[in-house]
C-alpha cells in the first residue's frame, strides 16, 4: 500500500514569495491533515479536511495561508506572502475517518520550507 | 482545548536500560497516540491506545485514563531507539486533529 505522498520535499523562498505543497493521502482515507512543525517543537495542526469539506481551520492564519482539497482526494496548501516566521516544516497526514481521534493517522514525508 | 505536557524532554541513556517517557493531558479523550520521528525523517505511528496497556516489541504504551496519563517504556534500549518520541491526544471540539507534545529527544549511547 503506497503511503501519503508530499511534494516538494525541500523548499527556499524569499520572504513575500508565495509557495504551494502537494499532498496526495493513501487511497480510501476520508481525512487529511496539514501540520506545521517548527524546528524544536511538535507539529501544529493547520486544517483538517473531510472528503473536500473543512472540519477544522481555526489555526490557519487565514490572512497568508490557503488550502483545497477540490476533490476530496489530494490537496494542496498554499502560504502568500511568505514571512520567515513560516520556515518549517509542513506534514500531511490522512486517516480513513473522523472520529475523535480514534484513528490511526499515517504521515507523509514532509515538505521542508526555508524563507530567507 | 487539550494540552499535553511530555516529560523529560531530553534524555540520554545506555544501551541496555529501560527508558520510559510520560505524557499527560488535560481534557478527556477516546483515544491517546504515541509517534517516533527520527531526524530529518517523517512521523510514524507507534501506538494509538484508549486503555489499559499496549505492546509491539521493545516498546509498551499504557494510559491511565482517570489520571489522564499514558507512559511509552522502551525494553533492552538499543542505539537506533535514538528518535523523538511525541505523545499526541485529540484536539476536541468535535474535530481530531491531533495536539502534539513538544516531544521526547532521546538518544541511546551504545
Known amino acids: 500500500e503506497a503511503g501519503v505522498a508530499q511534494s516538494p520535499r525541500y523548499k527556499i523562498i524569499e520572504k513575500r514569495q508565495s509557495v504551494a505543497f502537494w499532498c496526495n493521502p493513501i487511497s480510501g482515507h476520508a481525512t487529511l491533515y496539514w501540520y506545521q512543525q517548527i524546528l524544536g517543537q511538535g507539529p501544529k495542526l493547520l486544517i483538517q479536511f473531510q472528503n473536500n469539506g473543512v472540519v477544522d481551520d481555526s489555526q490557519l492564519p487565514k490572512d497568508r495561508f490557503s488550502a483545497e482539497r477540490l476533490k476530496g482526494v489530494d490537496s494542496t496548501l498554499k502560504i502568500q506572502p511568505a514571512k520567515l516566521e513560516d520556515s518549517a516544516v509542513y506534514l500531511c497526514?490522512?486517516?480513513?475517518?473522523?472520529?475523535?481521534?480514534?484513528?490511526?493517522?499515517?504521515f507523509g514525508p514532509g515538505t521542508r520550507l526555508t524563507v530567507t | 482545548k487539550n494540552e499535553v505536557e511530555q516529560s523529560p524532554q531530553n534524555l540520554t541513556a545506555q544501551e541496555g536500560e529501560f527508558i520510559t517517557i510520560n505524557c499527560s493531558y488535560s481534557v478527556g479523550i477516546s483515544a491517546l497516540h504515541w509517534l517516533q520521528q527520527h531526524p530529518g525523517g517523517g512521523i510514524v505511528s507507534l501506538f494509538m491506545l484508549s486503555s489499559g496497556k499496549k505492546k509491539h516489541g521493545r516498546l509498551i504504551a499504557t494510559i491511565n485514563i482517570q489520571e489522564k496519563h499514558s507512559s511509552l517504556h522502551i525494553t533492552a534500549s538499543h542505539p537506533r531507539d535514538s528518535a523523538v518520541y511525541i505523545c499526541a491526544v485529540p484536539s476536541g471540539g468535535g474535530a481530531d486533529g491531533l495536539t502534539f507534545g513538544k516531544g521526547t529527544h532521546l538518544i541511546i549511547q551504545p
Open positions: 497526514a490522512s486517516s480513513l475517518e473522523s472520529l475523535a481521534g480514534s484513528y490511526e493517522q499515517y
